[in-house]
């Protein structure tokens, strides 16, 4: 491969990085958060952790899709400009 297309796939990769990881620490926060209530409360019921944190997930893509859209298309526009040049 060339060096055009290990750039091509790093930048991809970063971005995967970029986009999902927010939304990844809205999780472990809210999980984290939960589970401390849960040991200083002692309840020990596991589904109890699941609905918040994928509810706050679901906020928090929520919160962040129009940043997430105008990164994905950056990434595509650039994508889509680089193509002509690479002779794909």
Do not use: C, H, N
């Amino acid at each position: 491969m060339d060096t055009e297309a290990l750039d091509a796939v790093r930048d991809a990769f970063y971005l995967m990085l970029l986009v999902s990881a927010p939304i990844l620490v809205v999780g472990l926060v809210v999980g984290l958060v939960i589970s401390i209530l849960q040991a200083v409360t002692q309840i020990q019921e596991q589904t109890l952790v699941f609905v918040p944190k994928i509810l706050a997930m679901v906020a928090a893509t929520v919160a962040l899709i129009s940043w997430i859209t105008v990164k994905m298309m950056e990434f595509s526009t650039e994508m889509f400009t680089w193509s002509p040049v690479s002779g794909g």
